[in-house]
C-alpha cells in the first residue's frame, strides 16, 4: 500500500542486506519509500536491492562500510548526485564479535574486539551521521533513527532477571 506522502522519499538504512534491516527496508519500500539498500558487501546490496525490486520496492544497492570513512564519502556523494537528500537515515549496522562477552567482562575480552566493536557501534555511526547530516537538513522532514540492541540496556543489566544481568 504506497503512501502518497512518501512516494518521493528516500531511506538509506544501514545493514540492509539481511535481517532486520532488510525487514525494514522491505516495509518501508511497501508505503513508497526509496531504499538505498546500504551493506558493507556490494553484492549482498545488490541482491536484497534486486529482490526488493522483484516485490516492487524501489531500492539502489550502495556499498557502504560504516568504518571506511572513504566508502562513507562516496555514500554521500552519490546520494547527493542522485537524490540532492535524504529523507531517512537509519543507522542499523553494528557487530557483536565476542559471543565470550555473555560469560565474561571487559577484563578478559580482547581490546581488539572491543576497539572494533566501537569503531563499528559507535564511531561508524556518529561519521555516517555527520557526514550525512546535510543531505538530511535538505528535506523538509528530515529523520534520523538510530537501532540498538537489548544489550545496550543499562536497565536490563541491572534487572536480576533479564538475559543481560551480570554479577
Do not use: C
Request: negative net charge; aromatic residues 4%.
Amino acid at each position: 500500500m504506497v503512501n502518497s506522502e512518501l512516494k518521493n522519499k528516500v531511506a538509506l538504512i544501514t545493514g540492509a542486506n539481511k535481517g532486520l534491516g532488510l525487514k525494514m527496508s522491505r516495509q518501508l519500500g511497501q508505503h513508497g519509500l526509496t531504499i538505498l539498500i546500504a551493506a558493507r558487501n556490494l553484492e549482498a546490496a545488490k541482491t536484497a536491492a534486486t529482490n526488493l525490486h522483484n516485490e516492487g520496492v524501489s531500492s539502489v544497492a550502495i556499498a557502504l562500510e560504516i568504518t571506511d570513512s572513504a566508502q562513507i564519502q562516496s555514500a554521500f556523494q552519490e546520494i547527493s548526485d542522485s537524490f540532492g537528500k535524504l529523507d531517512i537515515l537509519i543507522n542499523n549496522a553494528g557487530v557483536f564479535l565476542d559471543g565470550d562477552w555473555l560469560i565474561s567482562n571487559a577484563t578478559s575480552v580482547s581490546i581488539n574486539i572491543i576497539r572494533e566493536t566501537f569503531n563499528t557501534n559507535f564511531f561508524g555511526l556518529v561519521e555516517l551521521t555527520q557526514v550525512l547530516l546535510p543531505l538530511i537538513l535538505n528535506s523538509p522532514s528530515g529523520r534520523i533513527v538510530n537501532m540498538s540492541s537489548i544489550e545496550g540496556s543499562l536497565t536490563l543489566h541491572a534487572t536480576p532477571n533479564s538475559p543481560t544481568y551480570r554479577l
